[in-house]
């Protein structure tokens, strides 16, 4: 039921910041919590960041704290990984991913859809 685009990948340098998108085609986000996962080559996916859509409660990976944010806007049903002072073991395909739980699911295995991924390169 529920479809999601990325967007806003791209190629940065060291320190630099990137914002990306997921655009969620649903009715309503109220019963969701909407992740961000990242995969680069040769790796497992994993988890980034997670938001709940009710009460906007959030969670993240000890390597991304303090430099990446993520956010919901309610109106557009979407929402947004800010990331700032980017590192080169950032590079990954970043994926955004959605359950309906009230809960703040940190495993892949633990969502049921997910969107296409968006590439994103940090030079050195």
């Known amino acids: 039921q529920v479809q999601l685009v990325e967007s806003g990948g791209g190629l940065v340098q060291a320190g630099g910041s990137l914002r990306l998108s997921c655009a969620a085609s649903?009715?309503?986000?109220?019963?969701?919590?909407m992740g961000w996962f990242r995969q680069a080559p040769g790796k497992e996916r994993e988890f980034v960041a997670v938001?709940?859509?009710?009460?906007?409660?959030?969670y993240y990976a000890d390597s991304v704290k303090g430099r990446f944010t993520i956010s919901r806007d309610n109106a557009k049903n979407t929402v947004y990984l800010q990331m700032n002072s980017l590192k080169p073991e950032d590079t990954a395909v970043y994926y955004c991913?959605?359950?309906?739980?009230?809960?703040?699911?940190?495993?892949?295995?633990?969502?049921?859809?997910w969107g296409q991924g968006t590439q994103v390169n940090v030079s050195s």
């Open positions: 991913a959605a359950k309906s739980t009230y809960g703040l699911p940190r495993a892949p295995n633990e969502y049921d859809y």
């Open positions: 938001i709940r859509w009710f009460g906007g409660s959030t």
């Open positions: 649903v009715r309503t986000l109220s019963n969701y919590a």
